[in-house]
């Protein structure tokens, strides 16, 4: 009987908004930060970014994460406003606590240094904020005093106690406790309030903002004892994002969306250094943590910098996707993704590293890639394909298009053949060049070309068939049609061309004897739901099937009337997208919860 083991996970970027803040937590050992995601929340290493970990229990979008000062348990908010407490110590990550927060979504979550009390942050009917025993969920005092969102809060490490809330109303929140009640309100800031965070000592909190200032209260009295500026009589020169603190407190990192991080000393008052991430959009930071040694800024692009504050410079950038993966190919221990943004991004599936693919990159959802050789074939929803060199991994070198919308396409190395499914017609490219176009009275969608490259196999959105057709040089012609009892999406042929297996709209997985016409081979494996993606290892003994029910069905082809082998929820809460095989025993998937996963399979 074959099992599987989890391998990896190659975690998502923070999903960003360009103008607001993203908050970024680490555990007290400084060994772990955590961040929400899509779907998921993420933890990661800091020594290591791609050793990770996800949690998928929540119900609406996480919104924000934070680790107990105890770090036994993370505290987690969503969109629906609910609150859940989990253990960090087992995998199973068991529930420790689950309420309702607030009436909207949840923007920032710290817990009190003894890690009894949780205090929340952000969108809500009347009230924005709420503070209450973790353990019981009884409320332990009332933050109120601002009149919209609250996107930060923070709590003093020492007592006595004091809790700090920062909010789009231009106010800082100052309360005393336990139990926690509003104290005063300070009102120096002339635009959003973003961040707020308490010096490790407690001697003070800092407090960001959109209107480019840098501001250090009192951690007792919540007095305003100083503000960071630079020649210009600002902090930066855009608004400023986030902060964040040394553990000795005596300096502290700020992001902004100036593109850059600076580095401050609090006797002084004076900016240390300033760290340029680029120039583009895409290049504005909007969050930052300080943790131990560590050093790392979030892009609005999503990606994480990490920089060293001695030498004021980036020593390595975490690299990935914001968006639901869309295509894959495994090619020589590299995965190659693509995301419905179009970005296309190269993972080493060893290192858990990702690289951008760089040069005229797509600007739209990229609906199919293959590779071709050296090359990747891509085509987007513009209609536009480019065959991009993986050696360089430069798109834009050999583009071209295809006449209308596109679904599916195939390549065949050894003759340079490409073929496209397009509304109401099949088109054939090669050496980059179209040379035959076929209009056909059925809607093309997925596609398969033979090891040998003289047939094609091409489904039907609309009919439940099989079309075969025969290559010959630069033409095709028809020879063979095969009913099927449902719609087929992705078709593969196995690597030996004995087999043809297919993904379906329906629950069935298509398996068909190529040497006997097309025959249905008899077998007992089925999905719950759709299936959008399958794949023959490359032996030709497995066949795998993933889709919209989240798991993954490999069958063994030496014995198809066995039971398959079913990754539950492989992907727990996202459709799988593609499938593919990076070994004989390795399966790889990518869906849409931004995460690319790799599963051993053993026998």
């Not at 499938?579 to 790889?588: M, Q």
Request: charged share 20%; glycine share 8%; proline share 4%.
């Amino acid at each position: 009987m074959a099992t599987y083991s989890l391998k990896s996970i190659f975690a998502p970027l923070p999903v960003t908004t360009r103008g607001q803040n993203f908050h970024v937590n680490a555990d007290p050992k400084n060994e772990k930060f955590v961040y929400c995601s899509g779907p998921s929340v993420v933890v990661r290493d800091l020594a290591n970014p791609s050793v990770c970990y996800t949690y998928n229990e929540h119900g609406g979008t996480p919104t924000a994460a934070c680790f107990a000062p105890s770090g036994f348990y993370i505290c987690s908010g969503d969109s629906y406003g609910k609150v859940r407490v989990w253990d960090t110590t087992q995998e199973t990550h068991i529930i420790k606590y689950e309420g309702h927060g607030l009436g909207g979504p949840i923007k920032d979550i710290c817990w009190s240094p003894d890690s009894k009390r949780i205090i929340l942050g952000g969108t809500g009917r009347g009230t924005r904020t709420h503070c209450f025993l973790w353990d019981s969920g009884s409320s332990c005092g009332s933050l109120h005093g601002h009149s919209k969102d609250v996107n930060a809060v923070a709590h003093s490490p020492i007592r006595p106690f004091r809790a700090v809330t920062v909010s789009e109303d231009y106010q800082i929140g100052f309360h005393t406790g336990v139990p926690y009640k509003f104290d005063k309100a300070i009102v120096v800031h002339k635009n959003f309030v973003n961040s707020v965070r308490y010096n490790p000592t407690g001697a003070n909190f800092c407090s960001v903002s959109s209107d480019k200032r840098v501001v250090l209260f009192d951690g007792k009295t919540g007095d305003q004892i100083g503000e960071m500026k630079d020649a210009n009589d600002v902090a930066h020169s855009g608004g400023v994002m986030a902060v964040s603190y040394n553990a000795a407190g005596t300096q502290i990192i700020t992001a902004s969306a100036d593109k850059t991080v600076k580095l401050w000393d609090l006797e002084t008052q004076k900016c240390v250094s300033t760290l340029e991430v680029g120039k583009d959009v895409a290049d504005q930071q909007l969050g930052c943590l300080w943790a131990g040694d560590y050093t790392l800024s979030v892009s609005f692009s999503g990606d994480f910098n990490f920089f060293d504050v001695k030498s004021n410079s980036i020593t390595k950038v975490v690299r990935g996707h914001q968006k639901s993966i869309e295509t894959m190919e495994v090619k020589s221990g590299k995965i190659y993704t693509t995301s419905f943004d179009g970005r296309s991004a190269v993972i080493d599936a060893e290192l858990g590293e990702a690289s951008y693919f760089t040069g005229a990159v797509h600007k739209s959802k990229v609906l199919d890639t293959k590779i071709s050789g050296d090359s990747l074939v891509s085509v987007d929803i513009s209609n536009n394909i480019l065959r991009t060199p993986l050696s360089s991994c430069v798109m834009g070198e050999g583009s071209s298009s295809v006449p209308s919308n596109t679904f599916y396409c195939d390549v065949h190395e050894g003759s340079n053949t490409e073929i496209y499914t397009c509304q109401d017609a099949i088109v054939m490219f090669k050496d980059g060049q179209q040379v035959f176009s076929m209009e056909v009275s059925f809607n093309p969608f997925g596609c398969a070309i033979s090891p040998c490259g003289t047939v094609l196999v091409v489904g039907s959105k609309d009919k439940h068939k099989l079309f075969i057709f025969e290559i010959d040089n630069n033409t095709f012609v028809q020879r063979q049609d095969v009913d099927l009892s449902v719609a087929a999406t992705e078709i593969r042929f196995s690597p030996d061309g004995k087999l043809l297996g297919a993904a379906t709209t329906g629950r069935a997985i298509l398996l068909l004897d190529v040497e006997k016409s097309y025959r249905p081979v008899q077998h007992c494996w089925s999905c719950q739901s759709k299936s959008n993606s399958c794949a023959f290892s490359p032996d030709s003994r497995f066949f795998a099937v993933g889709g919209i029910d989240t798991n993954i069905v490999i069958g063994d082809l030496t014995n198809p009337m066995s039971a398959a082998l079913k990754i539950v929820r492989a992907h727990p809460l996202g459709t799988i997208n593609r499938v593919r095989w990076l070994d004989e025993t390795t399966v790889v998937s990518s869906g849409s919860d931004m995460q690319v996963r790799q599963h051993v399979v053993s026998v």
